[in-house]
């Protein structure tokens, strides 16, 4: 049986997961369609799911259309979520790009345009929803074209419009002479861009035009737009048919050497899929990137939430397996005499971090653990403890995503978590100094005592570094104990005098000192410079230093208005402004939000990335 590994990919409530509701139900792998609004769909069975009624993870799932199995991902179409789409592109044949009929191409229906578009999967476009009201084929047609930059070839017409809609129209197989302008609009379109199909202009028979169609849309020169309602059921079955006719099958020999690349963990199953050669229940196989061995417990055909054993899969098949303990997403697993790498799904670089903490001490043991399991199963997330503030900090794409997280990290262990902003690191620093200051450690209390006497300056000192210097003459303090003071200063640092931030940008001159002949020692000096210039800086003046960071957007230049109207509200700096991207220095604490309000801000096209910028004087 030949195969079809594909995609559903839009911009949320487009109607992907409706679709794919419908095409299981059409191809028999189900008995009733599921939807959205009921919670009861096929692919969406994850708790958060079916409560939030969005698509949160990539489903896999297959059924079995015209001599062929669809193996089918319904991906994500919330930003927040779109590493899952980029791992599911990663191991598709091809795509449907589904588009909302009112509103035509949304904007992360374009983003995972462009992801498709960096690992080459041939689409074919259906535009969905054309029984809404103020749904137009027309228009949707021209936001293909003009937003994604592509040609589109519209191999259908509807048969009525909003509520009327009720059926279509095949220009390719003998259509009725009713759509004969239009499909000599297409013949005319195709021809332009295919030299087979230039040649029977005028007179181009069904097979040449359907040929033609597939050389196209597997080059990515044009791709073909189909039409109709997953909710109605119009247009699915024509939809398959196409999916079948017009989108590749995967390439690849069961009898070479394996070559196998894990796209997702989840629940200890490890998805992948096979690109050449065979696995067999009970292989033992080469994790290659991580040079270790992985044993194939059982192979499993997913439909979403449900499995069925299988002896073996071949090249072309996306599957499940059990057994598997380390290897994570983007692994090749492959035999230990012919190891192969395959590339990897680009990671995304987390956008938004949370403060995650425990509200007990026996949740706080097992907490680490926990969120190690959690970023296991979603790379796109990362873990990291600030190594000032101390908090655990869970970092993401957005801040649904971290939301989502966290529930999940509660649902799934149990533990009671809480979560908030992260902290910022401050910073104090010196912006007038003192000279002359005094201070005597002197103790007595039995045996050898401790003597310490010290002259201190302090001045401000440009940057955030620290400089300490001696000028004391005549030996009235040895090197060694010279050494001891700069230790001790060093120690006060640490905590100022404002909010217990570190200071920096100050500069210490030891200018005198005394010593005892019994009583002094390293120990004590150092206590004399600690304890010295703690006092130094409370005479001294400081300020306080907030991080900043270095924020450049990119957005349509009819939206950069509002966004530097949102920089300014931030207390953000631009420093440079051009056609589409604005770059601000601003403080590091008005960037928590700041993805989500980004997108609100830009209906979803604007992006940011940042890099830090050092420190400024808090306002």
């Given at each position: ?350 956008l938004v971090s949370v403060a995650v903490e425990a509200r007990t001490r026996a949740d706080a043991q097992r907490l680490p653990g926990a969120l190690a399991a959690l970023v296991e199963e979603d790379p796109s997330l990362t873990v990291r403890t600030d190594a000032e503030t ?195 220095i601003v403080p590091l604490a008005e960037l928590f939000g700041y993805a989500t309000r980004l997108r609100s801000r830009t209906h979803g096209r604007g992006t940011f990335t940042s890099r830090p910028a050092g420190y400024r004087p808090a306002a």
């Open positions: 049986m030949r195969i079809r590994n594909l995609g559903i990919l839009a911009h949320v409530d487009a109607g992907k997961t409706t679709l794919t509701e419908r095409i299981l139900f059409t191809t028999g792998a189900t008995y009733k369609t599921g939807r959205v609004d009921d919670g009861n769909t096929v692919t969406d069975f994850d708790p958060q799911e079916r409560d939030r009624g969005i698509t949160i993870f990539a489903a896999a799932v297959s059924c079995d259309w015209n001599d062929h199995r669809l193996n089918l991902i319904d991906t994500p179409g919330h930003v927040d979520f779109s590493d899952e789409v980029e791992r599911s592109l990663r191991v598709l044949d091809g795509a449907v790009a589904v588009f909302d009929g009112v509103a035509g191409v949304e904007p992360q229906s374009e983003a995972v345009w462009r992801k498709a578009d960096r690992y080459g999967v041939p689409r074919i476009a259906f535009v969905n929803k054309l029984d809404r009201a103020g749904a137009d084929l027309d228009a949707a047609v021209a936001s293909i074209r003009e937003k994604l930059e592509v040609t589109p070839l519209v191999v259908q017409v509807p048969v009525g419009r909003e509520g009327d809609f009720s059926g279509v129209i095949d220009l390719v197989d003998q259509p009725p002479p009713s759509a004969a302008r239009a499909r000599q609009q297409l013949e005319e379109a195709v021809a332009e861009l295919h030299a087979g199909a230039l040649e029977e202009l005028g007179d181009m028979s069904d097979s040449t035009l359907k040929s033609a169609l597939r050389d196209l849309t597997r080059s990515g020169q044009a791709v073909i737009v189909l039409c109709g309602s997953a909710y109605r059921d119009i247009g699915v079955e024509q939809l398959l048919n196409a999916v079948v006719d017009y989108l590749p099958g995967p390439s690849g020999d069961p009898d070479r050497d394996l070559a196998a690349l894990v796209f997702k963990r989840r629940e200890r199953l490890t998805y992948l899929r096979v690109y050449d050669g065979t696995i067999t229940k009970g292989d033992t196989v080469w994790d290659a990137g991580a040079g270790r061995t992985e044993r194939i417990a059982r192979i499993l055909r997913v439909q979403a939430d449900r499995h069925a054993d299988i002896d073996r899969a071949v090249a072309g098949d996306i599957v499940a397996v059990a057994g598997v303990k380390a290897a994570r997403a983007g692994a090749t697993l492959s035999t230990k005499q012919h190891p192969v790498l395959l590339e990897a799904p680009q990671a995304a670089e987390p101390g908090q655990v900090l869970l970092s993401g794409l957005g801040e649904l995503h971290l939301e989502v997280a966290v529930e999940k990290l509660r649902q799934a262990t149990g533990l009671a978590v809480t979560t908030g902003a992260p902290q910022v690191a401050f910073r104090e620093t010196v912006v007038a100094g003192v000279t002359g200051v005094v201070y005597r450690h002197v103790k007595q209390d039995g045996g050898a005592g401790q003597f310490a006497h010290v002259v201190l300056d302090v001045e401000p000192l440009d940057g955030t570094g620290f400089a300490f210097a001696s000028t004391v003459t005549g030996g009235r303090v040895p090197a060694e104990y010279v050494r001891a003071v700069e230790a001790g200063c060093r120690e006060a640092l640490a905590d100022g005098p404002l909010g217990g931030h570190p200071v920096v940008g100050l500069r210490v001159t030891l200018t005198d000192g005394q010593t005892h002949v019994k009583d002094s020692s390293e120990m004590a000096f150092r206590a004399a410079g600690r304890f010295g210039l703690r006092a130094a800086l409370r005479a001294a003046t400081l300020e306080l230093l907030e991080p900043v960071a270095e924020v450049t957007v990119s957005a349509p230049t009819d939206a950069l208005g509002a966004v530097l109207g949102d920089l300014a509200a931030r207390r953000g700096q631009v420093t440079d402004s051009g056609v589409r991207a604005v770059t601000a």
